[in-house]
């Protein structure tokens, strides 16, 4: 789950949703850990907060978000599917490096507000 504003009524339940960026690759990766983001430096220069994850089941219709990582692609992987999971790291060579926070299923129903255009 990710949200740009700071509106949870659970404030202590959220945290901030970093963006570290590499000048050498032109990527990024996306992490909750403020010392991995330290850790990552001078590969990774840190771009802040941009937005704000929970990293503990808060809602039903929650699933874990995986990141892999291939050192030979130089690249991070991202998916909430294990079959996806196991075949990057089984036939692609990506390392798994765990789940990194938890978003919302595709089943799961936000109430939606009506947005209109002028």
Same mark, same amino acid.
């Given at each position: 789950? !990710? ?13 901030? !949703?970093?963006?570290? !960026?590499?000048?050498? *690759?032109?990527? +990024?990766? @996306?992490? $909750?850990?403020?010392?991995?983001? %330290?850790?990552?430096?001078? $590969? @990774?220069?840190?771009?802040?907060? /941009?937005?704000? /994850? ?6 039903? #219709?929650?699933?874990?978000? !995986?990141?892999? @990582?291939?050192? &030979?692609?130089?690249? +991070?992987? @991202? ?7 196991? *075949? &990057? /790291? #089984? ?13 919302? %299923? =595709?089943? +799961?129903?936000?109430?939606? $507000? %009506?947005? *209109?255009? =002028?």
């Amino acid at each position: 789950m !990710f949200r740009k504003e700071d509106t949870d009524p659970k404030p202590k339940m959220k945290t901030p !949703f970093l963006r570290p !960026f590499s000048g050498r *690759s032109g990527g +990024h990766f @996306y992490t $909750a850990d403020a010392g991995e983001v %330290s850790r990552a430096t001078p $590969a @990774y220069g840190a771009e802040g907060n /941009i937005g704000f /994850i929970w990293a503990e089941m808060m809602e039903p #219709g929650t699933v874990p978000l !995986f990141r892999m @990582y291939s050192a &030979a692609a130089k690249d +991070h992987f @991202y998916t909430t599917g294990w079959d996806e999971e196991e *075949s &990057a /790291i #089984g036939s692609l060579g990506y390392a798994n490096e765990g789940y990194c926070w938890l978003c919302l %299923s =595709i089943s +799961h129903q936000w109430e939606q $507000a %009506s947005v *209109s255009r =002028i």
